[in-house]
């Protein structure tokens, strides 16, 4: 299995608390044996997530944003934003129709799968 080290712990953090879902506010935890960082909300919640891992339980949030795969993502959904803003004659995504919506939506995730692919096909 290939794992990702990233440039800057604080800039490739995952964005939600480990235990209580709400947006993570800075606090880290770094699990040495697994190499693993958790966010966390506030003390109490990295306390609870510590604990839980030390039991051996599942943690509710394991994903997290890749930011510059977020940053390749937008500037190659750029064309098409432009392209459905036209057509819609309006920049709000909510005055589109919702097959629009949905085809922008669709091709950001798709955008944002690609440069992931890609990143784990050239790391060592």
Avoid at 6 to 13: L, M
Avoid at 112 to 120: C, G, I, P, R, T
Wanted: proline residues 2%; contains cysteine; aromatic residues 10%.
């Amino acid at each position: 299995m290939k794992a990702y080290h990233s440039k800057s712990i604080a800039y490739d953090k995952p964005s939600f608390c480990s235990n209580c879902h709400k947006v993570a506010k800075g606090g880290l935890l770094y699990i040495e044996e697994n190499k693993k960082i958790h966010s966390c909300c506030s003390m109490a919640c990295q306390k609870e997530t510590k604990e839980k891992i030390e039991r051996g339980e599942k943690l509710p949030i394991k994903a997290s944003v890749n930011y510059d795969s977020a940053d390749y993502c937008r500037k190659r959904s750029q064309h098409l934003y432009k392209e459905l803003r036209q057509k819609n004659s309006s920049g709000d995504l909510f005055n589109w129709s919702a097959e629009d919506r949905k085809k922008f939506f669709n091709w950001i995730i798709l955008e944002y799968l690609n440069a992931e692919v890609a990143k784990s096909e050239t790391e060592e």
